[in-house]
């Protein structure tokens, strides 16, 4: 599967199996999920970056 197929394919799994409540799109950076994390990952500063990663690989196909 080529890179394109491959980004396709992620982006139909997380949106059919990540709730919307749980989406990045809808973080409010409330910081919960971080207190949950048993890795101690800083989830709003890199959804941050995926976030600007995301919108400007979506800019690179249009």
């Known amino acids: ?8 394919s992620l982006q139909g ?4 199996q ?3 409540e749980e989406k990045t799109s809808v973080c409010v950076e409330c910081g919960t999920c971080e207190e ?3 890795q101690n990952i800083n989830i709003r500063q890199r959804a941050t970056v995926c976030g ?11």
């Open 18 to 20: 990540m709730k919307t």
């Open 1 to 8: 599967m080529d890179g394109a197929n491959q980004r396709k």
């Open 13 to 16: 799994k997380y949106a059919v």
């Open 36 to 38: 949950q994390c048993p």
């Open 52 to 62: 600007v990663a995301v919108r400007v690989m979506r800019e690179g196909e249009r």
